[in-house]
Structures are given as structure tokens and as C-alpha cells.
């Protein structure tokens, strides 16, 4: 099921929770490659994409974050990104072809973890040729579009946008604001919908995905859907705010919170609605009830943002021309 389908026959779309967190649930080592599952157990993987196709995902995630030869490398697996991610697209492909109706398989593309010339080493076209070789491996196995995330830098994501285009793929672009309301490379969330730079074609979808928790991210959509109201927003927010319990990582969002956080989306403009660190199949399940059962109301401000999902942890600074007061949550 191609994405732009599926928008032409819904008004919003739940996207999956997360990998990683679940993943370390499940007995993932940190410091491992989670990509490496892909092969070593595949059954775990079917199990996370079908708890989240169970909770009334229309998207999910492949397990391939980190495939790109860059990030491999770490683990002496450069050589085996196509092999990685076909296995990752497989895996995914597997679960939504069972569930009796339309889900996507996107196919996750995270950033390679270098910095860009003159700041770094990475040139454009060797980053284009870095996302190629993953996409290519994503397409091999069934991905139907390929889903851009976390990333910084306007260089990287035309980058990886090309690479899309170079492999014949359908492509959405995600962005992490965790640094005053923008990225940590100074994007800003109204920059999104532009964000491609005139690559041919345009996203199908641009948002926010991660970052520091959902009130930062509810913001980042207004940005996005005041600069460009026609625009597909995805809107992709960690459960809650990450809390150190000893070694574990907490995230403090409840499932109620979730749902709260789904129906501003909702009200914000976004069209595709999922969560990212933290985001459990509970979670999930939840967000999934309430998109199902919300009629859209009046576009929230931040104020709004603030008073039902708590305050800001990263507030835009005061004139960057989308500042945000934090408020004490009531």
C-alpha cells in the first residue's frame, strides 16, 4: 500500500511506536547493533510489528535506523547494509502483508552520524551514495516508502532525499527539534515544508519525530502548519520526557497522555500521528482510540500545548521569532 494512497482514503494515519525502547524490552543489549536482529531474531521483530499493527498502526517502522554503512561500521557491518535492511523490509513486509488491511512499511533511515563540509568530513555526494546503498536494500525487501528521521542538517536530509529519488523510492523527512525550537544544526520547524531544497519529487510528508518530549514537538507541527497548511505533517513525539532510574531509561508519558497528545496533533494540523522513544503498544492502542473517536476543534496554541501535555523542556529563546513562555502545566 503506497502512503499517498492510504492519505487519499483516510484523514489521519496512526504510525507505529518505538524500536529501540522496545527492542531493549525485549533483551537488546546497549551498545548492540538493534540491526543485527533483522537476521538473529526475526521472530522478535515480527512480534514488535505486529504488537504495534494489533494496536491499529496504518504505519510501521522497519528496524533499520542505523543501517547506513556510516553507523555499521562501528560494529564492523559496513559491508552488509544492503543484506541488513532488505532483512529489515522483509521482516516488516511480512507482518503487514498478514494484517487484513492496508499498512505501510516505511523504511527508517536515520542520520549517519557525520557532520557535513566545512564543519565535517561528509561530502553531499557521498552522503547521497551512503542513503542509496540503504534505500536500495529497503526497496529490495518490500519497504513502500522511505521514511527520513531524526535528522539535523538541511544538507543531510536533501541528501538523503535524493538518495530516495536516485532509487526510485517515495520519501517522507522527518526532523528532531531538541535544541530552543530548533535542530541541533539551527533548522527551524517553519523550514520543513521546504526542507527538500527543490529535490523533484517534493516529500510526501515532512514533521517532527523525537526531540525532547510532546509539547516541544506539538509546537514544532503548529510552526510547521502555519508556514504551509497544505503540507502532510507527521508529527512523531517521544512518550513523555526520558527520567534516568538508575540505568533504565523511563519515559514519564502515560498512555492517557498519549491520546491527549494524538487529538492536539490532531487539531494542529498533523495528518500522520505516531510515537517515537518510549511509545509502547499501550501507548499506541490509545492513541489509536482517540484519533478514532476526535472530531477536530479549534487549532490549540502553544498556551493550550502547555496546559494539557505539561511545559516545554527546550522553549524556543526569546526573539527566534517562535517564542514560546514556558508555563507551569495546570
Known amino acids: 500500500m ?3 494512497e492510504l492519505l487519499a482514503q483516510k484523514p489521519v494515519l496512526l504510525a507505529d511506536g518505538a524500536t529501540g525502547t522496545n527492542l531493549f524490552e525485549m533483551g537488546l543489549m546497549s551498545g548492540d547493533p538493534p540491526e543485527m536482529w533483522n537476521l538473529d ?11 504495534f499493527v494489533d494496536a491499529g498502526a496504518d504505519i510501521i517502522l ?3 535506523f542505523g543501517g547506513n554503512r556510516r553507523r555499521l561500521a562501528l560494529h564492523k557491518l559496513d559491508g552488509r547494509v544492503k543484506e541488513l ?33 566545512p564543519l565535517g568530513p561528509l561530502t553531499e555526494d557521498e552522503a547521497v551514495e551512503i542513503f542509496v546503498e540503504q534505500i536500495e536494500g529497503l526497496k529490495e525487501g518490500g519497504a513502500d516508502v522511505i521514511w527520513i528521521e531524526t535528522m539535523s542538517a538541511a544538507e543531510e536530509m536533501r541528501a538523503a532525499a535524493k538518495a530516495a529519488v536516485k532509487a526510485g523510492m517515495p520519501y517522507t523527512v522527518t526532523a ?3 535544541t530552543a525550537g530548533k535542530t541541533m ?34 509546537v514544532s507541527v503548529l510552526s510547521m502548519t502555519e508556514a504551509n497548511p497544505d503540507v502532510v505533517v507527521i508529527a512523531k513525539a517521544n512518550a513523555g520526557i526520558p527520567q534516568f532510574h538508575g540505568d533504565h531509561i523511563h519515559y514519564s508519558g502515560t498512555p492517557e497522555l498519549m491520546a491527549n497528545y494524538a487529538r492536539l496533533a490532531i487539531d ?12 509502547s503498544p499501550a501507548h499506541l492502542a490509545a492513541m489509536r482510540q482517540a484519533i478514532d473517536g476526535h472530531v477536530r476543534a479549534e487549532r490549540p496554541d502553544a498556551a493550550k500545548v502547555i496546559a494539557e501535555i505539561g ?20
Open 2 to 4: 503506497r502512503l499517498t
Open 41 to 51: 531474531h526475526p521472530d522478535r521483530i515480527h512480534a514488535l510489528h505486529q504488537s
Open 176 to 178: 528532531s527539534f531538541d
Open 85 to 117: 535492511n532488505a532483512a529489515a523490509a522483509r521482516n516488516a513486509r511480512q507482518v503487514a502483508d498478514g494484517a487484513g488491511r492496508p499498512v505501510v512499511v516505511a523504511g527508517s533511515v536515520g542520520p549517519t552520524g557525520d557532520l557535513f563540509q
Open 62 to 64: 522497519t528496524n533499520s
Open 185 to 218: 544544526m539551527g533548522i527551524p520547524p517553519s523550514a520543513m515544508p521546504e526542507v527538500a531544497g527543490g529535490v523533484d519529487p517534493n516529500p510526501v510528508a515532512v514533521g517532527a519525530n523525537c526531540g525532547v518530549g510532546a509539547s516541544d514537538l506539538l
Open 311 to 330: 511545559p516545554l523542556v527546550a522553549p524556543p529563546k526569546a526573539g527566534g521569532g517562535e517564542e514560546v513562555r514556558r508555563r507551569r502545566r495546570h
Open 268 to 279: 494542529a494540523g498533523a495528518r500522520i500521528i505516531g510515537g517515537c522513544c518510549g511509545t
